[in-house]
């Protein structure tokens, strides 16, 4: 286990947080939970069927783990009620309320705007439209945020480049072909989860074929538009592009290509122009480098919901966890 889990559990347990486990029955979901208990990172709830969840776990210890069915639940009415009244001008019925909020994804979302619940977790059966649709729904958007977007923590081993080896990849989950503008927000709260979560100062590298016009095209026009943009919205965050990812982490390319960026050969945040070139590295850096990838983790919504892979083990699950409770305790403060 890389020392940025072992920080993430540890800063996890000095403020405590409940965090939802949406797809509670889940063999891995149940094993989290009792990993989750077992090292006392937080509370912990389980949502399903109670008698489900048992069979699965069979001789799993889900003591002091919290088992949520929502449709039995005491706050089952006020939920459903609370979510026709967001929802009616949108044409929402109170049949349809009740409907949908038997789906635990929307149960546990609610239980997160309710205030039971700090942050949830889900996404290792559901996809992610799935996992992120009651979240806008309910949760909507951080203030002075227009974009919810996805990163991975990248940590790679022995490697002398970003802060120690740690990396964010961003959007590298979630929004396919961004614009510039969106891509310049993706940066902005790339930025603010680096220093949260990483606790170190975020060098931000806009990424591109091309170092500062070394190419023309349309592609590298959106880098150089999503640049400006983010300089003019957040003079005070250090990044630069458009870079080539060479120029943005290692020292001497960076001097070479870029010699008047204050971060070329030293960013941190990597920022790519769309899904498919963000997707693409963090797995070819996962397996070619033998790195710990966390994610993807959602930046962006009012109060932290999580996705996961649907490959994802039970760790993962755990990982997620964590991190998930130190994006709440960041929100608090």
């Keep these: 286990m890389s020392q940025f889990l072992d920080r ?13 486990l949406a797809e509670g029955e889940d063999i891995r979901m149940i094993k989290a939970a009792n990993m989750i208990v077992a090292e006392n990172i937080c509370d912990v709830v389980l949502l399903g069927n109670e008698e489900k969840i048992a069979e699965e776990a069979g001789d799993i210890s889900l003591a002091g783990v919290e088992i949520i069915n929502p449709v039995k639940s005491d706050k089952f009415d006020e939920y459903a009620n609370a979510f026709y009244e967001m929802r009616k001008a949108k044409g929402m019925t109170e049949e349809k309320a009740r409907e949908t909020m038997s789906n635990p994804l929307y149960f546990g979302v609610m239980m997160v705007e309710k205030d039971y619940a700090d942050g949830m977790v889900a996404g290792a059966v559901n996809s992610t439209s799935n996992v992120l649709r009651p979240a806008l729904q309910i949760l909507k958007t951080a203030p002075g945020t227009k974009l919810v977007s996805a990163f991975f923590v990248m940590v790679v081993p022995n490697c002398p480049y970003g802060e120690k080896g740690t990396f964010i990849y961003a959007d590298s989950g979630l929004n396919e072909n961004p614009d510039a503008d969106a891509v310049s ?30 190419a023309k095209s349309e592609l590298v026009d959106k880098m150089q538009l999503a640049t400006k943009l983010a300089k003019e919205k957040r003079p005070d965050i250090k990044l630069d592009g458009e870079l080539q990812a060479d120029a943005a982490i290692i020292k001497e390319v960076g001097k070479s290509k870029a010699p008047d960026s204050d971060i070329a050969g030293e960013a941190n945040v990597l920022v790519f122009p769309d899904l498919n070139s963000g997707n ?29 892979s649907r490959g994802c083990s039970a760790e993962d699950i755990v990982g997620v966890a964590a991190i998930t409770c130190v994006q709440a305790q960041m929100r608090d403060k």
């Design 185 to 214: 927000e993706i940066a902005i709260s790339s930025a603010k989860s680096f220093r949260d979560l990483v606790e170190a100062e975020p060098k931000v590298a806009m990424l591109s074929y091309s170092t500062y016009g070394s």
């Design 280 to 308: 693409i590295a963090y797995k070819l850096t996962q397996r070619l480098a033998n790195a710990e990838a966390y994610g993807p983790v959602t930046q962006g919504i009012r109060k932290p919901v999580n996705d996961l």
């Design 8 to 20: 993430m559990k540890e800063r996890a347990r000095a403020d405590r947080k409940r965090i939802v």
